[in-house]
């Protein structure tokens, strides 16, 4: 075993995944293990240890004591990706008042000017009516419709909204 797993005083189990962040490129060492280069960093916490440590895949499972969840959560941020550098290339439908808007996982997303220079969007749970605009201004149409792709993801999964309740 290499880096914390030799330690002493160094909890082996009992971790809890606090979140888990795409850094694009393996750009990051495991703080387990301090070996191996990773992307997807698992933020770990542990109540008998005092810092939170930016793990791998396979140091996260170790640690949770759970060998599918950290493979689900990297899964889910590869698809996200995906769909992210595809998200400008779909059909946008144009509404009566002229605005770009896509319905995707049950969320309508609707792309706006602003300003005469500026965009905006909102998302609205097509179930619930709940919706949200950006307080952001953009600078490009294609900017602001990346930012209401993240905070879609944001809000299905922090929030429960769309098709994946």
Same mark, same amino acid.
């Given at each position: ?34 070996? *191996? ?13 005092? /810092? ?11 640690? /949770? ?16 990706? *995906? ?55 953009y600078?490009?149409?294609?900017a ?19 098709s *994946?309740?």
């Amino acid at each position: 075993m290499a880096g914390k797993w030799s330690q002493a005083g160094v909890p082996h189990k009992g971790w809890t995944c606090t979140s888990v962040e795409d850094l694009g490129v393996p750009d990051a060492v495991c703080e387990m293990c301090e070996t *191996q280069e990773i992307r997807y960093v698992h933020h770990m916490e542990h109540p008998d240890y005092p /810092e939170a440590l930016g793990v791998g895949c396979i140091c996260a499972e170790n640690m /949770e004591n759970d060998y599918e969840a950290p493979r689900r959560r990297e899964r889910a941020l590869r698809n996200a990706a *995906q769909r992210r550098r595809r998200w400008l290339s779909r059909k946008w439908n144009v509404s009566a008042k002229g605005n770009a808007y896509l319905n995707a996982d049950g969320l309508n997303i609707t792309v706006f000017r602003k300003t005469p220079i500026l965009w905006g969007a909102r998302i609205e749970d097509r179930v619930t009516g709940q919706s949200v605009t950006s307080k952001r201004r953009y600078a490009t149409e294609d900017a602001a419709k990346l930012a209401a792709f993240d905070a879609m993801i944001f809000l299905k999964q922090e929030r429960g909204w769309g098709s *994946q309740r």
